[in-house]
């Protein structure tokens, strides 16, 4: 998945050539990694710089500054390493490829993520499966699960690092594999990648208060069903589907 920084300036060179004629009127474009102040004297001040380079230099901070939480979400989601490389290059390489056409540089992050988000929907649709790994897990003898508390199940759900026992690591995959895959996104986004509800309805294409509310319900199914699987046990909830 490396190899994108060096592979920029191949990627420019194969996009479709921009139309000067076709930008928004009244805006200019901002880079990654840089002040609205700093990209617009950038662009002003010509410099002698071309837009191409402009360009590969602004791709390549982009590409530090995000590879590595989109790295993290994609690997959660789809839980295999080859996997996660393949479309965390994907997600880079579409973006450069569609780099003239983004104008607002706040919503980079919900543009890479949102990118990440139909590639890996696509996969696991592909694979009619979800396999979900690693998300660190809270024994229901926790008391923050007992006596109702953390009804949402977000006592169920950190992002410290650790890596689950096996059997585990099957609860929690097996609890999220049956929710639907648009509150199985929102929750990954939410609880173990700490992203705001307000990118994630961005990233996801719906209000903020819908986000909010997904977000929340698919807490409540996540605890639902784990509570299930705790019980019953994943080979009896797999017979049952």
Same mark, same amino acid.
């Given at each position: 998945?490396?190899?994108?920084?060096?592979?920029?300036?191949?990627?420019?060179?194969?996009?479709?050539?921009?139309?000067?004629?076709?930008?928004?009127?009244?805006?200019?474009?901002?880079?990654?990694?840089?002040?609205?102040?700093?990209?617009?004297?950038?662009?002003?001040?010509?410099?002698?710089?071309?837009?191409?380079?402009?360009?590969?230099?602004?791709?390549?901070?982009?590409?530090?500054?995000?590879?590595?939480?989109?790295?993290?979400?994609?690997?959660?989601?789809?839980?295999?390493?080859?996997?996660?490389?393949?479309?965390?290059?994907?997600?880079?390489?579409?973006?450069?490829?569609?780099?003239?056409?983004?104008?607002?540089?706040?919503?980079?992050?919900?543009?890479?993520?949102?990118?990440?988000?139909?590639?890996?929907?696509?996969?696991?649709?592909?694979?009619?499966?979800?396999?979900?790994?690693?998300?660190?897990?809270?024994?229901?003898?926790?008391?923050?699960?007992?006596?109702?508390?953390?009804?949402?199940?977000?006592?169920?759900?950190?992002?410290?690092?650790?890596?689950?026992?096996?059997?585990?690591?099957?609860?929690?995959?097996?609890?999220?594999?049956?929710?639907?895959?648009?509150? =199985?996104?929102?929750?990954? *986004?939410?609880?173990?990648? %700490? !992203?705001?509800? #307000? &990118?994630?309805?961005?990233?996801?294409?719906?209000?903020?208060?819908?986000?909010?509310?997904?977000?929340?319900?698919?807490?409540?199914?996540? =605890?639902?069903?784990?509570? *299930?699987?705790?019980?019953? %046990? !994943?080979?009896? #909830? &797999?017979?049952?589907?």
């Amino acid at each position: 998945m490396f190899f994108f920084s060096v592979a920029i300036p191949g990627i420019l060179a194969a996009r479709p050539k921009r139309n000067p004629g076709k930008g928004r009127v009244g805006e200019k474009k901002a880079y990654a990694g840089m002040t609205a102040e700093q990209s617009s004297d950038a662009q002003e001040k010509g410099s002698g710089v071309s837009s191409f380079e402009e360009d590969a230099g602004a791709l390549s901070m982009l590409y530090e500054q995000f590879r590595r939480p989109i790295h993290s979400y994609i690997y959660r989601l789809l839980g295999n390493q080859e996997d996660a490389d393949d479309v965390t290059q994907e997600v880079f390489v579409r973006a450069c490829v569609s780099w003239n056409s983004l104008y607002e540089r706040d919503k980079l992050s919900a543009w890479l993520y949102r990118i990440a988000t139909n590639l890996c929907v696509d996969m696991l649709r592909r694979r009619k499966r979800i396999s979900w790994w690693p998300l660190t897990y809270h024994s229901p003898g926790d008391e923050r699960f007992e006596d109702g508390a953390s009804d949402d199940g977000s006592s169920l759900l950190s992002d410290n690092g650790g890596i689950p026992e096996i059997a585990e690591r099957e609860h929690i995959r097996h609890a999220l594999a049956h929710m639907p895959e648009e509150y =199985a996104v929102a929750l990954v *986004l939410s609880a173990a990648q %700490g !992203v705001p509800y #307000q &990118e994630i309805a961005a990233i996801v294409g719906i209000s903020p208060n819908a986000a909010a509310t997904r977000i929340s319900r698919a807490k409540r199914m996540f =605890a639902e069903q784990y509570r *299930l699987l705790s019980k019953e %046990g !994943v080979e009896k #909830q &797999e017979n049952w589907r």
